[in-house]
């Protein structure tokens, strides 16, 4: 059973960075099969999808985001990471890490149980 | 960007009715469209993608269909566990849009 887990600072004050990584157990990431996603839903509204990236490092980020947006990935600990920076208030959301299948139709199967990311001083 | 609309934005229903919840695409996005539902404080369960095939292991109540860019998840019988908000999502191109949810309340 794949199970996915994301972990970082809960707190991030503004203007700075929030970095999350997402931890893969019972799959690998350096499977050709999927992508590994980041997408995050502010309280009270609906789910946005950030980007998502490859084992081989090639990622899409959504183009409003683009310019903060950076992710990695970690085929040797099965993790991909997050960081997004510059952030302020709007960016205060539940972040989730998800499991893309990488062919027609392109759904995330698997999720992570997110983390609260609160941008605050 | 793809928008994703879904209406109804919430609905209350009893134990066994059958839910319908439509959601329109802003443009042709053929059967790239998946479903998810989500309970509070949990993340989303993928229920149905290409628009009408289930996804292992989700009870035969729940299906899919589609008619041009418009799209619909149906609940035949709804059961207690099945209180949850519902979201639609596109694959058909980046940036991958959802709708903003249909939440479904008991009565």
């Known amino acids: 059973q794949v199970q996915l887990q994301e972990s970082g600072p809960g707190l991030v004050k503004p203007s700075e960075t929030l970095s999350l990584t997402c931890t893969v157990s019972g799959g690998s990431v350096s499977s050709g099969s999927y992508y590994w996603a980041w997408i995050r839903q502010p309280p009270g509204k609906g789910l946005e999808w950030i980007g998502y990236?490859?084992?081989?490092?090639?990622?899409n980020y959504k183009s409003s985001l683009k310019s903060r947006v950076i992710m990695s990935i970690d085929t040797s600990k099965n993790q991909f990471s997050l960081k997004l920076s510059s952030v302020t208030a709007a960016d205060t959301a539940v972040y989730y890490c998800?499991?893309?299948?990488?062919?027609?139709?392109?759904?995330?199967?698997?999720w992570g149980q997110g983390t609260l990311a609160t941008v605050s001083s | 960007d793809i928008q994703m609309t879904q209406s109804p934005s919430s609905l209350s229903a009893s134990v066994g009715d059958r839910v319908t919840i439509t959601c329109r695409a802003s443009q042709s996005i053929s059967s790239y469209l998946n479903w998810y539902q989500q309970k509070p404080g949990k993340a989303p369960k993928l229920l149905i993608y290409a628009a009408s095939s289930l996804q292992s292991g989700v009870p035969s109540r729940f299906s899919g269909s589609a008619s041009g860019t418009d799209f619909t998840l149906t609940i035949s019988s709804l059961q207690p566990e099945d209180f949850a908000t519902y979201s639609c999502?596109?694959?058909?191109?980046?940036?991958?849009?959802f709708g903003q949810g249909t939440k479904v309340e008991i009565k």
């Open positions: 998800a499991r893309v299948i990488n062919s027609w139709p392109y759904y995330f199967d698997y």
């Open positions: 990236i490859y084992y081989s490092g090639s990622t």
């Open positions: 999502q596109q694959s058909y191109s980046t940036p991958w849009t």
